[in-house]
């Protein structure tokens, strides 16, 4: 696939990454989080599952991968999807979205700890500029920023958890399919979130049994839109562009989750937020480089005409 192309995907996966933050905080309080995240994320490694064999891209692990599929089950399924769920249960809005912002800056430090990365001054640039978009996109926020919660470490945690596990997919998808890694991680990281969740939530699955249909179409929308085809398209980019270049594009889910908060939960949206966005998409088009793929379009556009 082109590289621009890539960053369509992207942009295409923070649309229901942005409007998953919305949706699991309907969720989470309905249900138990850990239990209701254990369900939705086996829901969404079976969906994944059925995609592959009808593309023809299942097969079992080697023995040598099984060591990644672990790991990253623990890392980007159990850690992450569980310290995000209750950590949106303790926090506001306003922290879990400044904190959500900080996720393209710890894979980029983690990407030159351990992959090599190399760290230009037109990256560096480019990621404060959307951190800046994500300050200004969040602190519109009607509650404003509030002081350091337990929730708020949680929300860290799942987001450092998250940024492992993109540099153990980046070394992985060198002998398997991102997208097959995917939903082995989901789906034995599933197992992992239940058994948590049985130890913590004993009563867990009998809050299931509240939930009405809208509540459960909620649940479908983002065990098999955000969570399946996110992040198997998502771990998909990162085999082919880099965990540091795709991470950039992770600035652009708190305005969605703003946008989707607007449209559904019936909260403002304002000029600062708009400014926000100008911001954060500067900062994408720069950081990830998508800026050269522009202007070598824009060039082989006028090479041809003349």
Sequence with gaps: MRTYRIYILLLLIM????????????????FMPLTMTAFRIMTAGIGVFLVLLLLKRFRLPLKSEWKAIILGAILNVAGHHSFLSIGLKHTSGVNGGLILGIGPLLTVILSVLFLGSRLTWIK???FIIGVSGVFITVLEGKT????????DFEVFLSMLSQAFSFILIKQASKTMDPRLLTGYMLFIGSFILLIIARLFEPEGIQSL????????????ASALIATA???MSYNYCI????????????????????????????????ASHLLGLVFIIAGVIIGSGAYKQLIFRKNKGINASL
């Excluded at 404003?144 to 929730?151: D, V």
């Excluded at 540091?244 to 019936?266: R, T």
């Design 15 to 30: 649309i229901p990454w942005g409007l998953n933050v919305t949706a699991t905080k309907v969720l989470v309080d309905q």
């Design 124 to 126: 560096v640039l480019g």
């Design 144 to 151: 404003g920023l509030q002081g350091a919660s337990i929730g």
């Design 209 to 220: 049994s509240t939930g009405n249909t809208a509540l459960w179409a909620i649940f479908l």
């Design 229 to 231: 085809f996110g992040h």
């Design 239 to 270: 085999g082919k562009l880099g965990a540091a270049e795709a991470s950039i594009f992770l600035n652009l889910i708190p305005f969605f989750s703003l946008l989707g908060s607007g449209l559904f939960l019936g909260e403002k949206i304002t």
